[in-house]
Nanobody, 124 residues
Framework: QVQLAESGGGLMQAGGSLRLSCAAS????????MAWFRQAPGKEREFVAA????????VYADSVEGRFTISRDNYKNTVYLQMNSLVSEDTAVYYC?????????????????WGQGTQVTVSS
């Protein structure tokens, strides 16, 4: 069983920055594809960013390209999401997800495990 625990969310003014962390259990973490998704109240869950098992490849939603950076430290079993130039539309619960098959898809359905989420609120 893989357990994921997000942290780092909070309240930030527009234009500010936050860094989210996702700590993962699992002895084979270095083989997992990892991703961040977010969900605002009344809206569908949407893809934010994903990273390959080695960290050599990343993909981003158009809405965050150039502002957010996903990274991972396999030694620490942790994935990060650095969020810069925050806007009110970034307000959502952010979820970390893992694919034990090693893919890093935009599709939520391919991920096997999910964290409980961390709230990010951006004031305008």
């Amino acid at each position: 069983q893989v357990q994921l625990a997000e942290s780092g969310g909070g309240l930030m003014q527009a234009g500010g920055s936050l860094r989210l962390s996702c700590a993962a259990s699992g002895r084979t973490f270095s083989t997992y594809g990892m991703a961040w998704f977010r969900q605002a109240p009344g809206k569908e869950r949407e893809f934010v960013a994903a990273i390959s098992w080695s960290g050599s490849s990343t993909v981003y939603a158009d809405s965050v390209e150039g502002r957010f950076t996903i990274s991972r430290d396999n030694y620490k079993n942790t994935v990060y999401l650095q969020m810069n130039s925050l806007v009110s539309e970034d307000t959502a619960v952010y979820y970390c997800a893992a694919d034990t098959g090693g893919s890093y898809s935009r599709r939520a359905g391919v991920y096997d495990y999910w964290g409980q989420g961390t709230q990010v609120t951006v004031s305008s």
